[in-house]
């Protein structure tokens, strides 16, 4: 299963893209995507285009978008909440169900603590993705949205097995 872990937003929004077979999980691409400049519906439109060009090369099975978190700038957070969108619509334009993970949960689960910074993301990211070459902070962060959501999917298929044994 190819699973696409998206860090949105308008200056730069990273993708990574990891294979899960199993309980191994092995990178497959990562990058970044800028908006450049212009009106806010003209950045919004090359997020979307390119990101729609990001699943037309690598046909992802499964889709995770890091959820917006209120910070300080309120017109950055609904900047940042639209470039999410356009993420999610991207996605649901593929027919694929979304999995959102704040980003304290992201953390917790590819680095063990809640409030890692940029850099122990990375480095957790390529210890658990051996061999990896990194486009970037952002692209960091969305091999580690990848994995956070692998690991949901994994549990939830063993527990979808555990119940059908029960029964």
């Known amino acids: ?8 937003g308008l200056r730069s929004t990273g993708w990574g ?17 800028g908006s450049g400049q212009g009106s806010l519906a003209d950045r919004l439109l090359a997020l979307f285009d390119q990101l729609s060009g990001v699943f ?12 917006t978190f209120v910070n300080k700038d309120g017109a950055g957070t609904l900047k ?10 991207v996605a649901a334009r ?9 980003p304290n949960a992201v953390k917790k689960a590819v680095v063990g603590v809640g409030h890692a910074d940029k850099r122990q993301v990375a480095h957790m990211v390529g210890m658990q993705l051996p061999g990896v070459r990194l486009a970037g902070a952002d692209a960091a962060d969305a091999l580690a ?11 939830a298929g063993r527990l979808s097995t555990a119940l059908k044994a029960s029964a």
Do not use: F, T
């Open 1 to 8: 299963m190819r699973v696409l872990g998206v860090d949105p």
């Open 94 to 102: 593929a027919g694929l169900d979304v999995g959102e993970y704040a």
């Open 56 to 67: 037309a090369a690598h046909m992802p099975d499964a889709v995770a978008v890091e959820q």
């Open 145 to 155: 949205i990848a994995i956070c959501h692998a690991h949901h999917l994994q549990s």
């Open 17 to 33: 893209l990891i294979e899960m077979r199993g309980s191994r999980l092995s990178h497959l691409a990562n990058g970044q995507i």
């Open 80 to 89: 940042l909440g639209q470039a999410r969108g356009v993420a999610m619509l």
